[in-house]
């Protein structure tokens, strides 16, 4: 019979495959369509991540950097900064692929009005495939450090999952509506399978949450900051202040 360990985080993984499963596109903008708009959510859903990024993400990297050290014993080069590093290197990756996309936005364009994919989507999904699969794989450790870390966890990347969907949905239009959006779901389940197959050592596990670290920050100012006029100060303000709250009585 299965255990919690097994079944809890693979409901949780199915949470978060919905997410991107059952809200693609148009679907997303007419769920809760007048009863608050989706600038507001996209708001508010960037304050509970930045609140995640600030008061769990970034303090656990200090302690996955003790592992690291440890296991190095002293003989690892720039031993002191490796954890962040890697953390850099994730941001620098994101980005650029943002980059990429957008720099190709016009040529984009006129692939979807043939109905094609051309390279930039495919590099698009391919990236937040992989970011999503790690975020799928850490699942089983946030069970490890019980129920409530695994809950506050699931919450906050299903809102984080929601504006990315919501982001890559109006970038790609119908590529990401017609099959992109499943790709993503997949690619969660199959990080939590690995996760449920593969036990990987306290160093490696480090690594892996170092370069999560630097895709959250980085998705989260790309694709969830308001960064025009259309932006609500107010419910990303106070929505990112409860969080911390939760995070911190957590």
Known sequence: M??????????????LACVFALQAGAREEGFLKGVWGP????????????????????????????????SAQGGMLF??????????????????????????????????????????????????????ALIGYL????????????????LAMAVHFVVVNHSLSEEHGVLYCRQGHWLLAASVLAGWAVSATVTLSDPTFARLFALLAGGVVIT???????DDRNGRFWPFCFSSVVFAMVLVLA
């Not at 299965?2 to 949470?15: D, G, N």
């Not at 708001?43 to 690291?68: C, H, K, M, R, W």
């Open 2 to 15: 299965a255990t919690a360990r097994q079944l809890l985080p693979l409901l949780a993984a199915i949470v």
């Open 39 to 70: 600038r507001r959510r996209i708001s508010a859903a960037a304050g509970v991540s930045v609140a995640y990024v600030f008061v769990d993400i970034l303090p656990e990297l200090a302690t996955q950097n003790q592992a690291l050290r440890a």
């Open 79 to 132: 031993a002191e900064q490796r954890i962040y590093l890697l953390t850099l290197l994730s941001f620098v990756v994101m980005y650029g692929i943002d980059h990429i996309v957008l720099s190709r936005r016009e040529q984009r364009q006129a692939s979807v009005e043939r109905g094609e994919r051309d390279a930039a989507y495919r590099l698009h999904i391919a990236g937040y495939a992989a970011y999503s």
């Open 139 to 154: 699942l089983t450790e946030r069970l490890e450090r019980g129920h409530w870390a695994l809950g506050v966890y699931v």
């Open 220 to 226: 989260s100012l790309r694709s969830e900051l308001p």
